[in-house]
């Protein structure tokens, strides 16, 4: 009998991102035979926690993080009472001045606090793996005892504005980085030239059927529109470019359309959003319909589905849309390439309003354009499920 490997994977939360859905994923296809499985989560949130498979083991969340979470003056009344709150306090206010007169991204001047709080994982583990850069990356080299580590990284880096000299020593003592797309991987080439041969590609993780299902059996749009739908997945942040889509929804509008433009997650620019929908006078067109832990049914109901991102490392919800047959308008972010061929399994726009609308209006009065994408979809396998036998590969030669 082959002894099992003991995997840690680390990941700040499962909330319902692309590399959150892509973990959940490949756990739920690993090989119980092969491994044994530790999970630990630096917060136990996420609408996608559940999904997670009963034979994994979902370490306890540590306590340090869950007191850095509290209301600051609940903390400080706690840490009046007990000196060991107290240190952990007075840390995170240190590391809350460090993050406002810093000159890294707020995760990299917080570990430099984060990091004397947090207290050494005592379990040995044949590989430690973390699903995403910044914090869960430190983590894992200063806190986890493993025989090999290995970190995957699934955004541009050099537009994340990470200081890369913070992160050198990090990525050093990492023994394979795994990046989720080409792109993704020559920008971590030039921003580390040195480490270019541990550097290798993995695409996210996605099986076709599981989407499916979701797609089949989860609840949609119940109100009875009849005019076209068009979707977009993503958290409300910078990056995804909703600025974008509620400016393109504004033209579409006075091109004629009849349509809700629909986004479904959650972020720190709600309320700026919200302003810029009430300023076009979209109220009724563009909805933010908030995070939603099935949102396949929605996709799957869309005339159209919209990526309208800035920044993406490997854009999950493109290769989901495709899997649904959704024909699809993404901005033109270097990894877009990957997953799309211009004309054929979607169309690619520029960053800009104008264009984006040009391309939803094509597909929503093309018939024949939008038929000859559809057909392309329905023929072209767009799951990701090989990329399981890719993840061994990696962990064997490593």
């Known amino acids: 009998m082959i002894e099992k490997k003991r995997l840690l994977f680390v990941i700040e939360s499962l909330q319902c991102g692309g590399s959150e859905k892509s ?5 739920s296809m690993l090989d119980r035979d092969r491994f044994e499985v530790d999970l630990l989560l630096l917060s136990h949130k996420g609408i996608l926690l559940p999904l997670v498979p009963k034979w994994v083991t979902i370490l306890p969340e540590p306590v340090e993080m869950a007191m850095l979470r509290e209301p600051l003056l609940v903390a400080f009344n706690k840490a009046l009472i007990d000196v060991s709150r107290f240190r952990i306090f007075l840390w995170r206010i240190l590391g809350s001045i460090a993050i406002r007169r810093g000159t890294r991204i707020p995760q990299q001047s917080y570990w ?24 869960a990356t430190y983590y894992i080299v200063d806190k986890v ?17 990470f200081n890369r000299y913070f992160d050198r ?14 792109a993704c991987q020559d920008a971590l080439a030039l921003s580390f030239p040195e480490f270019t041969d541990k550097i290798e590609v993995m695409y996210d993780i996605i099986s076709k059927e599981l989407t499916r299902q979701l797609a089949a059996n989860g609840e949609g749009f119940t109100d009875d529109f009849d005019g ?28 004629g359309h009849r349509l809700r433009w629909y986004a479904i997650g959650e972020g720190y620019l709600r309320r700026t959003l919200e302003g810029l929908i009430a300023h076009h006078g979209l109220q009724y067109d563009f909805i933010l319909l908030g995070e939603k832990a099935n949102p396949f049914p929605y996709m799957a109901q869309a005339a159209v589905y919209v990526q309208t991102s800035r920044l993406e490392g490997f854009c999950m919800s493109i290769t989901e849309a495709r899997i649904l047959g959704i024909p699809i308008v993404t901005t033109n972010f270097p990894s877009a390439y990957n997953q799309i061929v211009d004309g054929r399994t979607g169309l690619i726009a520029g960053m800009d309003a104008a264009e984006i609308a040009n391309a939803v209006s094509r597909l929503l009065t093309d018939r024949q354009c939008l038929e000859a994408i559809r057909d392309t979809l329905r023929n072209k396998d767009a799951g990701s499920e090989a990329e399981v036998a890719n993840f061994y590969s990696i962990i064997d030669k490593v």
Not at 23 to 27: E, F, H, K, N, Y
Not at 145 to 161: I, M
């Open 23 to 27: 973990i959940v994923s490949l756990l």
């Open 112 to 135: 430099i606090f984060l990091a004397k709080i947090l207290p050494n994982q005592e379990t040995t583990y044949d590989m430690a793996i973390v699903y995403a850069q910044g914090i």
């Open 169 to 182: 020593p990090y990525y050093a003592k990492i023994d394979r980085i795994v990046a989720v797309s080409h």
């Open 228 to 255: 076209a739908r068009i979707v977009t997945v993503g958290r409300l942040v910078e990056e995804k470019g909703y600025d974008l889509a509620i400016a393109a929804c504004a033209r579409l509008k006075e091109m």
């Open 145 to 161: 005892k493993a025989v090999k580590k290995l970190a995957w990284v699934n955004t541009d880096y050099r537009k994340q504005g």
